[in-house]
């Protein structure tokens, strides 16, 4: 059974761009979380989708956005990026909830 | 909302030593708490995990203890081998369905052969 899949590894931006990150779950897993690492902070929870709908989102601007498609697939955009979102994102699927969470290889974001 | 905090945030222990590591949880109502290993270039991995009904739960060379009175759980992990060495997490969640998981910041772990 294939892993959580996301795309990119790795981005490189300037401050001001924006950009979308892509998660594909484990088949059949209806819930996908985003997550935001960083060495300072930990695992910061983004938002979470289940069946194309954003049913938590966490502490975060509104220039950080997400949607989840028929298929369970999942993205993530940011706007108007700045230094500090620079940052391992991380993208988990599970079955129906938040927990037994199956996590990603993450995109390793940098913004300049 | 809850928070978890997490000690230590490093660990070394010498190979076939234990590591202990502990976390304590604000929310009363939280009754879900799994442990999440990270190695180097990967995601966190589900290792271990234990609701508030059971005291404790153990997995080979891995175990976790929760104590809900004092709001706080432990993971234990014994003969420590060198492939051991990665970052823990630990987390809780209230168990409504409907609410995320809140992650502890994390224990460096180094086991030296």
């Known amino acids: 059974k294939a892993g959580v899949t996301q795309t990119p590894r790795y981005l490189i931006k300037t401050r001001g761009q924006q950009v979308t990150l892509s998660c594909s779950p484990i088949?059949?897993?209806?819930?996908v979380s985003w997550y935001q690492q960083t060495p300072g902070q930990g695992l910061q929870f983004l938002f979470e989708?289940?069946?194309?709908?954003?049913?938590n989102k966490g502490n975060f601007p509104g220039r950080f956005s997400g949607r989840q498609f028929s298929n369970s697939r999942s993205e993530m955009n940011v706007s108007t990026l700045e230094l500090g979102d620079s940052a391992l994102y991380l993208c988990?699927?599970?079955?129906?909830?938040?927990?037994?969470?199956?996590f990603g290889s993450g995109t390793q974001l940098s913004v300049l | 909302g809850e928070n978890v905090e997490q000690h230590p945030s490093t660990l070394s222990v010498q190979e076939g030593d234990s590591a202990v590591i502990k976390c304590t949880y604000s929310?009363?109502?939280?009754?879900?708490f799994p442990w999440y290993k990270q190695e180097l270039g990967k995601g966190p991995q589900l290792i271990i995990d234990?609701?508030?009904?059971?005291g404790e739960k153990k997995d080979q060379r891995i175990a976790v203890t929760l104590n809900k009175t004092a709001k706080h759980f432990s993971l234990h992990i014994t003969e420590t081998q060198p492939e051991d060495s990665a970052v823990y997490f630990c987390?809780?969640?209230?168990?409504?369905?409907?609410?995320?998981?809140?992650f502890g910041k994390g224990t460096r772990l180094s086991v030296i052969a």
């Open positions: 988990a699927s599970s079955v129906d909830r938040a927990e037994k969470l199956f």
């Open positions: 088949s059949g897993h209806r819930s």
């Open positions: 989708y289940f069946s194309e709908t954003q049913r």
């Open positions: 929310d009363s109502a939280s009754n879900y």
């Open positions: 234990i609701r508030s009904n059971v």
């Open positions: 987390a809780a969640e209230r168990n409504s369905g409907n609410t995320p998981l809140v």
